[in-house]
């Protein structure tokens, strides 16, 4: 089993493609394009097209060396039973989570909004983990599926980075995974929360996380391929 070094702050980290997954966190319309929950919230949803390209790279060399790939999407069942009321009573959107809007029910599962933007659409044998909540650990099967895979390390990507990016960091490091993200792949709707967010991960030593790159990841994969 090769260990490759992955350049990141707050010091490089070595990893193994076999126990390492790339988590992409909701990567969805209803985040990414007009009319969706994002925007609902009064968001400028532009601004997450920053994350898309960087995506892209990790997930194009995630997939050509072999790596487990997860695809997170938030949302809820068509009866709303697993939202909260006080997740559907909060704020002031133009839209509440549910109602009907243009791209579909607001982040309700199965609708045109609740799907994964084309640029970055899961292939056959990915995982899709549905998650209610902001984390990716919340009352999903997420454990099983990294402990059945013999993964130990977390690469992790999408937006936002200070909600649901950020709560998986940190959900994952509580549970023993070595969590890695990826800067320039996620995005906020806030730029000072995103690098905030980031710096708050690396501090203190990498309280709960490290953080790296997309060109980084992909150095330190194709580095990999050249060993093998
Ligand atoms: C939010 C998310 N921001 N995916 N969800 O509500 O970060």
Redesign the pocket.
Known sequence: MTEIQLRALPEPLDFSTVSTALVI??MQRD?LEPGGFGETLGNDVSLLQAAVGPCQQALAAARATGLMVIHTR?GHRPDLSDAPPAKIARGAPSRRIGDPGPMGRILVRGEPGHGIIDALAPLPGEVVLDKPG?GAFHATDLEQILRNGGIDTLIICG??TE??VHTTIREGNDRGYRCVALADACASYFPEFHRIGLEMIAAQGGIFGWVSDASAFCDALHSAARAA
């Open positions: 966190i909701d985040f938030e902001k937006v936002t909600v649901c």
